[in-house]
């Protein structure tokens, strides 16, 4: 059963129901379908994290504190009234609403996200519910939230506001980190009190106040239901709920669905059966930390962007302000260089579907349904050399081909057993990813190019994983296309891959993989009920291909193969093709 209809159903158990269900859950979908509607058509938006955390920078007493930077005062156990000091020299007086704005519009972003209040519990906008907040307990004599409310509304730029509902380090009933696990608060000075009371003393009147005062918000984003209540989850929704039009995420309660889920800091490998939004740090961490070079590069990032939107999600990209109020370069140098890539590619990313492909070796797709039938964009990512790029398994009518670049130039195209064949110019636009423009009229049937068995054989190559990266932790990397593609930096005992194939023959299989490993690892291969344990001995710096085993596969069909690391014996390997051979 879908994760959103299980979640769905949880909801309707702990939030009282009506009487007449059925109709409630389609006037619900309804609803939700044309609140969705610009954020479904936007896919790309800036998330903002910024707070008294911009100050310490990541250091504290001269000492670096591990960690993403907003989590300074957990993770130094810094006492309140120490981090409180932060407030009197917070000063951000370079501070300026219309250039975020505007350089999140250059970027091609059309919606922005920014922390209203964040665990510390300091609020970034002027508040009578807690005089900790930036007008209050600042020297800074401004209401940020208000000045960048005032620039979005100039140029239409939708706003969403960040608020940590439960975590609430500041307050004696807000929750913290290992509240679950009965660890008590760092600060012995707080003496505990029952979570409501912070609910109804500050996260309900804050709530309330973001909602009215700054011109009508069109997402709130919660965040970390780290020791909610049904109860306080119950309070917070009244509120919500006050504002149909708005949008809010799944991080409430949980289970929650909200209205899209949020994968953080990891693309999911394939769609998902609901909204989402992909959460995401140009470097590692979401505040402002002066040490973290980390940086993802352009192309990365531009093709993160692409591959999210191919299986039909959004991107929320973050930057972390400094304590004077600036992005920082780098940053700015990444959002001007997807902003130029989308000043030309825009097209091919606003109001797009998901990709009807199964793989594409090359790249991505992505579609839009027109009048007539389908426009395809192809986003290139890998140029073949032969001037070839093929569309597998595809049938429909080509009414033309061109590159969205250069739209004078059509591109020739032919159908070659089932595949389309486009011959591309020799040099691509933009190394990073030319788009192509396919226009289809009539319908469009795609056949999947789902690895299959073949002469006794089924090849699954690199580029044809799924590959699972944890949200925090090393991600491994596809380098490559086709025979040559790689995974590579799979050091990460939490990644696991995963291959889709279709047989037609039960039996027994030898499963054989080029494998490049400095050290010995073991790997744990699963298809269905059965498992292999295998072992991969060192093979220095050269890929060597090795049996890993053998395999019983009992059912036909399609079927899901895993990889996953054994954890206590894993030092990481580098995986190319692998290949099932019938016994
Ligand atoms: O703990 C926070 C973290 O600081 C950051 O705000 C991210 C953004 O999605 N959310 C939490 C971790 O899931």
Redesign the pocket.
């Known amino acids: 059963m879908p994760r959103y209809l299980i979640s769905a159903m949880l909801i309707v158990l702990v939030f009282s129901c009506t009487p007449n269900k059925e109709t409630e859950t389609e006037s619900t979908l309804s609803a939700q379908d044309q609140r969705m509607e610009w954020w479904r058509e936007a896919r790309f938006g800036l998330?903002i994290?910024w707070g008294l955390y911009a100050q310490p920078a990541g250091e504290w007493k001269g000492e670096e504190v591990p960690g993403?930077s907003?989590?300074i005062m957990a993770r130094a156990k810094i006492p309140l009234a120490e981090y409180e000091q932060l407030a009197t020299t917070f000063n951000p007086v370079k501070y300026d609403a219309e250039a975020w704005v505007t350089l999140a519009k250059e970027a091609g972003m059309k919606y922005i996200v920014i922390?209203s209040k964040?665990?510390d519990g300091f609020a970034m906008f002027h508040s009578k519910a807690s005089g900790y907040n930036i007008v209050d307990a600042t020297p800074f004599d401004r209401d940020p939230l208000m000045e960048l409310a005032e620039a979005c509304e100039k140029n239409g730029i939708r706003l969403g506001f960040?608020y940590s509902q439960a975590?609430d380090w500041h307050e004696p009933g807000g929750t913290y980190w290992n509240i679950e696990q009965g660890e008590p608060h760092w600060d012995p000075s707080l003496v505990r009190e029952p979570l409501m009371n912070y609910i109804n003393g500050k996260a309900v009147p804050q709530v309330k106040e973001i909602l009215e005062n700054y011109g009508g918000l069109d997402i709130l984003w919660w965040?970390?239901p780290r020791g909610m209540t049904e109860e306080a989850a119950e309070a917070l929704q009244a509120v919500a709920s006050e504002y149909p039009d708005m949008i809010t995420n799944n991080r409430l309660y949980r289970p929650w669905p909200g209205d899209f889920s949020?994968p953080?800091q990891h693309v999911p490998p394939t769609g998902l059966d609901y909204d989402w939004e992909v959460?995401m740090t140009m470097n590692t961490s979401?505040?402002f930390k002066h040490y973290d070079h980390n940086w993802k590069s352009s192309e990365t990032l531009i093709r993160m962007l692409v591959d999210i939107a191919s299986k039909g999600g959004n991107l929320l990209l973050n930057v972390g302000p400094t304590a004077e109020g600036e992005i920082p370069a780098p940053s700015i140098e990444r959002l001007k260089a997807i902003g130029t890539w989308m000043d030309v590619n825009g097209e091919s990313i606003y109001g797009t579907e998901a990709s009807p492909f199964f793989k594409l070796p090359w790249g991505r797709c992505t579609s839009r349904a027109t009048g007539e039938g389908t426009t395809l964009y192809l986003h290139v990512f890998n140029w073949p050399d032969n001037g070839l790029l093929k569309l597998p398994g595809i049938s429909t009518n080509v009414s033309s081909v061109r590159l969205l670049a250069d739209q004078a130039q059509a591109l020739s195209s032919r159908f070659e057993e089932g595949d389309l064949l486009i011959e591309l110019p020799a040099q691509a636009i933009d190394p990073v990813n030319t788009v192509l423009v396919v226009e289809c009229t009539g319908g469009l049937d795609v056949k999947s190019n789902m690895p299959s068995l073949e002469e006794g054989r089924i090849v699954l190559a690199a580029d044809f994983a799924d590959i699972h990266n944890p949200g925090y932790g090393t991600h491994a990397i596809l380098k490559g296309s086709g025979e040559d593609a790689l995974i590579t930096n799979w050091v990460d005992s939490r990644v696991r891959l995963e291959w889709m194939f279709n047989t037609t023959e039960s039996g027994t299989y030898s499963v054989k993989a080029q494998v490049k490993a400095e050290d010995f690892s073991k790997l744990l291969v699963k298809i269905g009920e059965e498992e292999l344990e295998a072992e991969v001995h060192a093979t220095g710096s050269e890929y060597s291909e090795m049996i890993l085993g053998e395999i019983n596969i009992s059912e036909t069909g399609d079927l899901i193969m895993s990889i996953r690391p054994v954890q206590e014996d894993w030092k990481g390997i580098e995986l190319g093709t692998l290949t099932l051979e019938k016994q």
């Open positions: 998330f994290h993403i907003e989590w922390t964040h665990h960040y975590q965040d970390t949020t953080e959460c979401w505040g």
